[in-house]
């Protein structure tokens, strides 16, 4: 079966190159007869080396890295799938997944091998062609550990290298796998593991090291990205983002000078500017690349009274590769306190710009405004909005900074509302660009959100818990939206947008029938596969966004899709399942409560999904069911303002989830307080992630959110009944 797999993954890269790809590889300059001498490795050999990555584009049927080249365009040649025959796509295969937590992973595939991660950092390997799985690998995540996963327990892929598998596991943990076996070879702490750091990102090879960022600034997190020998697990070399505290052995020249942009004692607060997504290596210019996130806290009042840029925080940092010295660096939000992190994926094109190829680098972040960069010396070339965004009007070219809107900026006196919200204009989710239309395609969500600063004089930075310094939820805050022509609070809507680069300006988009941003894949078939959060899975038109071919996959999708071929057959992979369940969708899955699952797709597939609801498991529509409110006004306020700070972050503002993380409004705690505090108080659903918040509440305050969240439920009832009447 080895044999036999690995003779054909060689063979099969010759013709699926067919006639398409001879324009293509005229393109990319490589003969086509090039493709047929791509060495064949045995099942499981992982065999990816700087050779074999550059010379991607000549193995289109390989799927070796998350981003599949290191340009991280996510961009596949193939063109055996494509607009006269997506029609007839259909299962091939799928695999249940076995925990129901956010699926955020892009599947890789190498030498005949898929392989995924899941949430809680658990990675599986499966036979590409026939779905069988080789192995599962735990790492035996500390569930308690959920509490400082600011944005759920997620994992969004391996790096394969030289026969290993590399893994960011969520403790901090960089682990390196044998690629056919799945036994660790080596593992390190990358992190301290009593501070509230995680690790969510893909892990990038970068000559021979594997570099690795973390994340935590919404804690007390310093942020900094790290590179280890591949071989040995031994540290090459770490990038700090943020100074310490004077004196700090860590402080280097550059950031005893980029303190200078500081004030007050922030390094209490740890500083943040995590660089917990993108890392993206450019062999063209021999540099790493990351994106920085939110100071720490995000109320400047708080972290540095008086404000200054706050370097380098919500910046993209270039560094060289061999020895991690700095480069040069672009703040997009200096002095950010909108949580605008910029660590959403960078990558890097040439393209066509006033009659001359530059080599670039882009990037959609939080903000709303697309960047194109020189790739060499970070020169801006580029920048306007491609979704709205009221906190800036536009980018000063000259200068590269943002003309701030005035009523952006909040204080303790000062309430402001900001769009987009936290979760931004486009966050981690993967775009897409094809250099045969010239488009990069963008998960947009469009969302607004209140801030207003925490008193200072009250605030206390405490451990393991949110210290944004920040309430979202205030009479001023109230008051702004009950203006006259005040945005929609909250989440408005999402769609999946053609974006042209060069001209900068929207082609066209697809909008989600549920809010959701699900990551993207285009091929040379001019397809681009996407997901939703309805449960749908679809291929559009990468010229227009006609939607050609749609499927359902049973559960909410964020991840991004690969494609591949094994012996002559292009199948197209998508990991799905996150929050809870599709509007209508009964769950299916006997192992996840949101219908996690591994899907394959390939031209004439016959196989189904199970249609049966599990029993007892039909979720019909779900109907807000809360018990009357018997908490007083005073209690129902002081509720808000304690869920604000400790339960929002994961549970969602104002109690609405917006991530994988139970919707309390649905709690069946809600009926029994002693439940409630069982779990709350308790920590009764420890081994779900759930820990006692026992040391950080004060006396009343679990009951108090009790309230809070009954109180919310029974508003939100009657709307919903007032909006069926
Ligand atoms: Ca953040």
Not at 11 to 21: E, M, N
Not at 261 to 269: I, T
Not at 272 to 296: C, E, H, Q, R, S
Not at 528 to 554: E, H, M, N, P
Request: proline residues 6%; contains cysteine.
């Amino acid at each position: 079966m080895r044999q036999q797999l690995s003779r054909s993954a060689g063979r099969r890269v010759g013709r699926t190159f067919g006639v398409a790809g001879i324009g293509l590889a005229l393109i990319l300059g490589a003969p086509v007869a090039a493709a047929s001498k791509t060495p064949a490795h045995p099942l499981g050999s992982a065999a990816v080396d700087t050779a074999r990555m550059l010379s991607a584009d000549q193995e289109p049927g390989t799927w070796m890295a998350s981003g599949r080249t290191y340009s991280e365009q996510r961009f596949s040649p193939l063109t055996g799938i494509n607009k006269a025959n997506v029609s007839k796509l259909g299962l091939a295969w799928f695999g249940d997944i076995d925990t129901e937590r956010g699926q955020e992973s892009t599947p890789v595939v190498v030498d005949g091998v898929l392989y995924i991660t899941t949430a809680w950092s658990m990675v599986k390997a499966y036979d590409a062609a026939s779905g069988k799985k080789l192995w599962d690998y735990d790492p035996k995540i500390d569930r308690a550990l959920g509490q400082v996963a600011c944005c759920d327990v997620v994992n969004r892929g391996i790096a394969a290298w030289q026969g290993k598998i590399f893994l960011g596991a969520l403790d901090g943990r960089l682990i390196a796998l044998n690629g056919k076996t799945g036994k660790v070879e080596w593992s390190v702490q990358t992190t301290d593991p009593k501070q509230p750091y995680t690790i969510t990102q893909v892990p990038r090879i970068v000559k021979g090291m594997v570099v690795i960022g973390n994340a935590g600034a919404e804690y007390t997190c310093r942020g900094y990205v790290s590179a280890y020998d591949a071989n040995s697990g031994k540290m090459k070399w770490r990038f700090y983002t943020v100074p310490a505290a004077p004196g700090d052995p860590t402080n280097t020249p550059l950031l005893e000078k980029a303190a200078k942009s500081w004030h007050g004692e922030f390094w209490k607060y740890g500083g943040g500017a995590t660089a917990w997504d993108t890392i993206l290596y450019d062999p063209k210019t021999d540099l790493v690349y990351f994106g920085t996130g939110n100071g720490l806290s995000w109320s400047q009042d708080i972290r540095s009274p008086g404000g200054g840029d706050n370097l380098f925080v919500s910046s993209v940092i270039a560094v060289h590769a061999a020895t991690g010295k700095y480069a040069w660096h672009f703040q997009e939000v200096p002095g950010d306190e909108w949580d605008y992190d910029v660590t959403n994926p960078l990558m890097t094109a040439d393209l066509k710009i006033k009659g001359q190829v530059r080599h670039v680098l882009m990037q959609a972040p939080k903000t709303g405004f697309f960047y194109v960069w020189d790739a060499k010396t970070g020169k801006l070339i580029s920048a306007d909005k491609f979704a709205p965004a009221n906190w800036a009007s536009k980018i000063d070219l000259k200068t590269g900074r943002p003309v701030e809107n005035p009523d952006a900026r909040y204080n303790e006196t000062k309430a402001a509302i900001v769009q987009p919200a936290p979760l931004g204009a486009h966050n981690w989710h993967p775009m897409a660009y094809s250099p045969k239309t010239g488009l990069v395609y963008i998960p947009v969500t469009e969302s607004s959100t209140g801030f207003q600063s925490a008193v200072a004089k009250d605030f206390q930075v405490k451990d393991r818990v949110y210290n944004t310094g920040t309430v979202s939820f205030s009479d001023k805050i109230t008051s702004l939206y009950g203006q006259p022509g005040a945005l929609p609070r909250g989440n408005i809507k999402s769609y999946l947008e053609a974006y042209d680069p060069v001209a900068q300006k929207e082609v066209w988009r697809a909008p989600d029938k549920d809010y959701g941003a699900h990551g993207a894949m285009v091929t040379a078939g001019d397809l681009v596969f996407s997901g939703d959060w309805s449960g749908r899975f679809s291929a559009y038109d990468a010229r227009t966004g006609a939607k050609l071919w749609s499927a359902s996959v049973q559960a909410d999708v964020v991840a991004a899709p690969s494609t591949y071929t094994i012996a002559g057959v292009q199948y197209v992979a998508l990991l799905v399942g996150a929050r809870g369940l599709p509007p209508g969708q009964p769950r299916t899955s006997e192992s996840s409560a949101n219908n996690s699952r591994l899907v394959v797709f390939k031209l004439g597939g016959t196989a189904e999904l199970p249609s049966k609801p599990m029993a007892g498991g039909t979720v019909a529509v779900r109907r807000l069911d809360p018990p009357l409110l018997t908490g007083t006004n005073e209690q129902v306020i002081d509720g808000q303002g304690a869920y604000g700070r400790y339960c929002a972050g994961c549970h969602g503002q104002g109690g609405v989830a917006d991530k994988s993380i139970p919707d309390l409004r649905y709690s069946s705690a809600l009926k029994s307080l002693s439940e409630w505090n069982a779990i709350v108080v308790e920590g009764s659903r420890k081994d779900k992630g759930m820990v006692s918040f026992k040391s950080v509440l004060a006396d009343g305050q679990a009951e108090a959110i009790f309230h809070f969240i009954i109180s919310q439920a029974n508003k939100d009832k009657a709307s919903e009944q007032a909006a069926r009447r």
